[in-house]
């Protein structure tokens, strides 16, 4: 199997999956992955991840031009910023999910950590995570405010909007990005709990450990 052909077929299931979990729903969301050439597979605009075909999903020229497949998601510029800034990243997904589009419009969330340390695996698989300001969909100023991070985070939240994490491959994206909406899950359930959370030094060991921002 080419690496092109299964990376459509990856994207595909991974869609399905979490359309059927509920991390995604109608034709919302998106998914890319970058070839070994520098060429994207993106999910195509208007798509339902719950029905991908992998023959039409989009497929980017590294000069930002369609070669095959349906249009492809107007959030193009969005992933793009992501490949240009974060040396490794194979893969970005990017959702609407429930619990983390709460917590992007809550006042006391924090802007420059939007996850408290609750767990030792958000740190692990999220770093810090910043919260971005709205921007209407598909504004390539969304791409200009990943590119402001200057690579510094793998994870972002869009207000009023939703999440956006890059992986080394889409494996990793997903994997993130459940971590993610888990993890602004358990920060609302523990709102005005006084939960414990990881000490500083518990979470720079984690950080050093498995090389993530914080």
């Keep these: 199997m080419s690496e092109e052909t299964k990376a459509r077929d990856g994207i595909a299931r991974w869609a399905k999956s979490m359309f059927d979990r509920g991390l995604t729903n109608g034709s919302s969301g998106n998914i890319s992955v970058r070839l070994s050439d520098g060429r994207l597979l993106v999910t195509p605009t208007g798509s339902s991840m719950g029905f991908i075909d992998p023959g039409r999903i989009s497929l980017i020229d590294t000069s930002g031009q369609l070669v095959s497949g349906d249009a492809p998601t107007k959030e193009i510029p969005l992933h793009s910023a992501f490949y240009e800034t974060r040396h490794g990243a194979g893969a970005v997904v990017h959702l609407h999910s429930c619990h983390s589009v709460v917590l992007s419009v809550l006042p006391e969330t924090d802007p420059d950590n939007v996850i408290p340390p609750i767990t030792a695996y958000s ?4 770093g810090r995570v910043k919260l971005l300001p709205y921007f209407m969909p598909g504004d390539p100023a969304m791409g200009d405010a990943v590119r402001g991070l200057l690579g510094k985070r793998s994870a972002v939240l869009l207000a009023n909007h939703g999440p956006v994490v890059c992986g080394k491959d889409l494996d990793a994206a997903v994997y993130a990005m459940e971590e993610l909406e888990e993890a602004a899950k358990l920060t609302l359930l523990c709102r005005g709990l006084s939960p414990t ?18």
């Excluded at 959370?197 to 914080?214: H, K, N, Y």
């Design 197 to 214: 959370l990881l000490t500083q030094a518990q979470v720079s060991d984690l950080a050093e450990r498995f090389d993530v921002s914080w």
């Design 123 to 126: 740190v692990m698989k999220l």
